[in-house]
């Protein structure tokens, strides 16, 4: 099955969305197969079943989106090329199911988290045992499976051999790169106040790399793409994955819990050491920086400290400096992709993904 691609930027937002929809499909589909194949016996009775095609559900399908795009710079509308871009979603299950688990949130996509369902569904049983530490371990577990079925998806995608191994280091460099990423966040808690420098590390490991620019250079080294396209991809993926995570670091602290699926302040409740509080700290004048330590020491981040923490935040100029920085990430990202003289289809999508990745609620 081809995909329609239709002229234009309108149309390209409109090419963007079938591919979600396409890629919601086949992975959910995909998920819904393994499931019937494995599942049976003691395993069955838990929520799994219900739960692990239900988390496929429900996201931007970003990473498979940006592969795809990738693909089309270099290689012609394919239905299984699509589907080997897709792969990458079950890949972002897998970090988010292990993710909620590290950072002990209680909420995903405006359901609760895996974990959280997993430890309801125990108590509600009467198990022995420690209903928590359950929920945690069979998230892990699922999570797990996500990992496996993202690779067998790809495998079996329908795309030649000869093609795939063109992809096999990105792919592998993408997981890599994902798992270190994710030890660095862990090591930055807010409290420790990590430097600027620590934190757009990771940043670039875990999300500007992970997000966008591995995504595209995978569809791209798929496609056979010159190694001027790859570079060009390269810069735009860098450059708008760090955008992407300032905007996100932005709507942890700031976003509306009706867009976001979760609680207002969020990343301030789990004491992450993101990009707004790292920037708060470096622009902090001396008495600022005293307020800065007080919210820091707090055994309980409760509304009050959300509220003062908007005000800290808001008062040093970090979030007014972090809006410059996203726009000027995007303009820079554009401005490559302009120079490598791109085919119109996926130039014109880098431009309405970008907009659509950095925008100011999403």
């Known amino acids: 099955m081809a995909v329609v691609s239709p002229a234009g930027t309108?149309?390209?937002?409109?090419?963007?969305?079938?591919?979600?929809?396409?890629?919601?499909?086949d992975v959910r589909e995909f998920v819904e197969e393994r499931v019937r194949e494995h599942f049976g016996g003691r395993a069955a009775d838990t929520p799994a079943p219900e739960v692990l095609p239900e988390f496929v559900?429900?996201?931007?399908?970003?990473r498979p989106v940006f592969a795809y795009v990738g693909w089309r710079c270099g290689g012609p509308e394919s239905a299984v090329a699509l589907r080997a871009a897709a792969s990458l979603e079950l890949l972002h299950c897998f970090a988010l199911a292990q993710d909620d688990v590290m950072d002990g949130?209680?909420?995903?996509?405006?359901?609760?988290s895996m974990h959280v369902v997993f430890s309801r569904?125990?108590?509600?049983?009467?198990?022995?045992?420690?209903?928590?530490?359950f929920g945690e371990s069979a998230a892990v577990l699922a999570a797990d499976l996500y990992l496996v079925w993202s690779e067998q998806l790809l495998r079996g995608c329908g795309l030649d051999a000869a093609v795939l191994a063109r992809g096999w280091p990105v792919y592998d460099r993408l997981r890599s790169e994902l798992a270190v990423g994710q030890l660095g966040d862990l090591l930055n808690?807010?409290?420790?106040?990590?430097?600027?420098?620590?934190?757009?590390d990771v940043i670039r490991r875990k999300s500007g790399n992970y997000t966008v620019r591995r995504p595209l250079e995978f569809g791209a080294a798929l496609a056979?793409?010159?190694?001027?396209?790859?570079?060009?991809?390269?810069?735009?993926?860098?450059?708008?994955?760090?955008a992407f995570q300032f905007r996100d670091d932005l709507l942890g602290v700031f976003g509306d819990p009706a867009v976001t699926g979760k609680p207002a302040g969020d990343d301030l409740r789990e004491r992450k050491a993101t990009s707004v509080v790292a920037l708060?700290?470096?622009?902090?004048?001396?008495?600022?920086?005293?307020?800065?330590?007080?919210?820091?020491?707090?055994?309980?981040?409760?509304?009050?400290?959300?509220?003062?923490?908007?005000?800290?935040?808001?008062?040093?100029?970090?979030r007014d400096q972090l809006e410059k920085f996203i726009d000027d990430r995007v303009r820079r990202a554009l401005e490559a992709i302009?120079?490598?003289?791109?085919?119109?289809?996926?130039?014109?999508?880098?431009?309405?993904?970008?907009?659509?990745?950095?925008e100011r609620v999403r």
Do not use: M, N
């Open 10 to 25: 309108a149309g390209s937002v409109a090419w963007l969305d079938a591919l979600r929809r396409r890629c919601g499909h």
């Open 189 to 200: 808690d807010a409290r420790a106040l990590p430097s600027w420098t620590d934190v757009l």
């Open 121 to 133: 569904w125990h108590r509600e049983k009467g198990l022995s045992g420690s209903a928590d530490r």
């Open 280 to 318: 708060t700290a470096e622009l902090a004048d001396h008495r600022q920086r005293g307020e800065l330590a007080e919210l820091l020491a707090l055994d309980v981040v409760d509304e009050e400290a959300v509220v003062r923490w908007h005000d800290l935040i808001t008062a040093t100029g970090a």
């Open 57 to 62: 559900s429900g996201g931007k399908f970003l």
């Open 105 to 112: 949130s209680a909420r995903r996509r405006g359901r609760p």
């Open 224 to 242: 056979g793409c010159e190694d001027h396209v790859v570079a060009a991809l390269g810069d735009y993926g860098g450059l708008l994955g760090e």
């Open 338 to 358: 302009d120079l490598a003289g791109l085919p119109h289809r996926p130039a014109d999508a880098l431009g309405v993904l970008a907009r659509q990745c950095t």
